[in-house]
């Protein structure tokens, strides 16, 4: 690490990603899918409520979002960073 | 051709298959034998992860599950995915960087000591014997069912298979074929998919068929799908696939120890090793989950509708309108009526058991728990005055209750009278709840039902017996059949990898023999995989009768030692040897101690100190949740432990630098 600063800025940036990624994760599975499912009884997803559709199927594309949102983000700091490969 | 020919032919095909990729893809070297040489595709690799992750379980016995669950089974959904995430974000970059083989070797070099080492083998080794058991067992029921051998040749056959291709190939013998068998297995569990959706819901996507409208054979119903289910459920006194759970809390932390067990899964981890840069790592936890997804957002598609399916062979008039404004299904219907026939079939097999308890002819499948206990008290109340007539020397009695069953000699036997007595209140206890329980508006006494007809339902039928119930041409029978036994090898494989790599690698290597060369290590780790395809093969055979709930202690143990030491060893530089041995203890010791309260202890029966039932539960927490709490002690009592001891040295705080940053995972491969 010859260049200590700039590494902690990266790393500082990164966890940041990682920190609101990590909110989205639990708000759509934990939040939308169990915990606020009562709530959301209302709104609706075709033949099913949302909290249902959450937990059985719409948390799972959710998922798959943030880790390539997460990827591509992170591809970009490498660069912006001169630390990828 | 019949049925079982083709079955053998597909099989046949899709071994000839994996063993011609094995042949293809032998290792020469060990960063070959674990790591795939690190020169897999980040999407080739996420089909292999796909592949490895999905076991037996999730290919047959998913759906089932949620077919019986409801919505709580959610937690299967949620869990074994969005552990992905936390893979993707928290450790698959990081680790690919520190560039090593396996997980304990990273955690005995991040904490500087071979005692750290030696316990997350020995937490690796626990974890992947239990889940192989799993997969031999599935081999073997699998080969019995649809290739009439035995089941234990079945498991020798599968083993072969096995042998073959992992301890030729290693890791990239077994990548390449796990690409193969991901091919074979997804087809196999979507293409009846597809045809139970348009046949239930007029929507091809089962995705858009679960919450689509209810379309039986085209015809439009005016209510969606979910709510026929839950109407028909409903009507028949079952709870309605959609209610809300009883219990969030655990619901919560089942969920989250089934996301940090899976990241937490040193086979799956072992996974990310093999991609040639950190950026592929990231990137290749996406792909896996997408080829994950692709089942596991048809799993509660094929849940449902196999239950809506289920209930209207039973009910035939629930296809239209109201069960119970028709007849229960005729037991003759099963002989005549060609589309019932895989009722007889899996009768055959045991997995599905029907009994005409009232003589009507018909089979009546309804909610009877009410009547479970009242029937099995009178049961054995029934029994005890039979014992005891045979113990005087009683002749066999036509009626229990006639004053001559208890009668010695002429006179009335005082201890046989009290038998029937308590006999005689069972039997009006049965038949106050018969008359308590109402269907439809109406007692079962009334309706002249004794109990639920349908006695017992194997819920893994409900994927097997897929293509039989939506009627589907016998090469998709077949491609099923394929499908089962390549989740179950793919999954083997990967768990023998990472059992070898262990032996090999961090014990024989790392502790006993630093200086063995390329070629002896090597020759080492497949002498250890051989050990390893013997031992699976031998518990296969000889399952412990624990071995379901084995898997619970895995998935526990995974989210309370392994993924938080990891996640500490990555995010925190101040984290010490003394802080991670002392965390990873207290999450083994609290997890399994918990989970041995309610299982019995080392789950030899009959020690449990606790029914395992919710009211027992302390806080509600069920012992397959726990693994949640034990990760969060692991983290506190590391951090707590840490910080009154000596920081790491100079040369740890760097490792976890340079772990940080992309650059250079090339070099770092190097030994």
Sequence with gaps: ?????????????????????????????????????????????????????????????????????????????????GVEE | MDQFTLNLLVVGASFV??????????????????AAGRGVHPVLNGMATGADWMSAASFISMAGLIAFGGYGT???????????????????????KFGKFTVPEFVGERFYSNTARLVAVVCLIVMSVTYVIGQMRGVGVTFSRFLEVKTDTGLYIGAAIVFAYAVLGGMKGITYTQVAQYCVLILAYSIPAIFIALNLTGSFLPQMGIVGSYEPGGVSSGVSFLAKLDSVLTELGFTTFTAHTTNTLNMVLFTMSLMIGTAGLPHVI??????PKVADARASAGWALVFIALLYTVAPAVGTMARLNFTTTMWPAAVSGNALDGEAVAISAFDTDPKLSWVKTWEQTGLLIMTDLNGDGK????????????????????????????????????DLTAP???????????????????????????????????????????????????????????????PEIAALPGWVVALVAAGGLAAALSTAAGLLLAISAAISHDVIKGSFNPNISEKGELLAARISMSFAIVVATYLGLHPPGFAAQVVALAFGLAAATIFPVLMMGIFSHRINKEGAIVGMLVGLVFTAVYIFLYKGWFFVPGTAVYADVEANWFFGISPLSIGTVGAALNFISAYLVSSVTAAPPKHVQDLVESIRVPRGAGAAQAH
């Design chain 1, 1 to 81: 690490m010859s260049d200590r600063t700039s590494s902690n800025a990266y790393w500082a940036a990164n966890i940041r990603i990682i920190t609101i990624s990590l909110v989205i994760w639990f708000v759509c599975s934990f939040g939308f899918g169990i915990i606020l499912r009562p709530m959301l009884m209302g709104l609706h997803i075709g033949g099913a409520d949302l909290g249902f559709w959450f937990a059985f199927n719409g948390s799972i594309y959710v998922f798959l979002i943030l880790i390539f949102a997460y990827a591509w983000r992170m591809n970009k700091l490498d660069k912006e960073f």
């Design chain 2, 17 to 34: 298959l994996y063993i011609g990729i094995a042949i293809w893809a032998r290792a020469g070297t060990t960063a070959e034998f674990y």
């Design chain 2, 74 to 96: 959610s937690a299967y959904i949620m869990g074994w995915t969005g552990g992905y995430v936390l893979l993707a974000l928290l450790l698959a970059p990081y680790l690919r």
């Design chain 2, 270 to 275: 072992s996974r990310f090793f093999t991609v």
């Design chain 2, 363 to 398: 089979i009546q499948y309804f909610n009877d728990a009410p009547l479970q206990a009242p029937a099995k008290a009178a049961e054995a109340a029934t029994k005890a005055l039979v014992d005891a007539r045979t113990k005087a020397g009683l002749p066999e009695a036509a």
């Design chain 2, 404 to 466: 001559e069953a208890v009668a010695v000699n002429g006179a009335a036997d005082a201890a046989l009278a009290d038998l029937q007595a308590k006999l005689v209140a069972a039997k009006a206890a049965l038949t106050d709840a018969q008359g308590a329980l109402m269907v439809g508006g109406k007692s079962v006494a009334d309706r002249g039902w004794v109990g639920n007809e349908v006695t017992k339902v194997d819920r893994d039928i409900m994927v097997l017996a897929n």
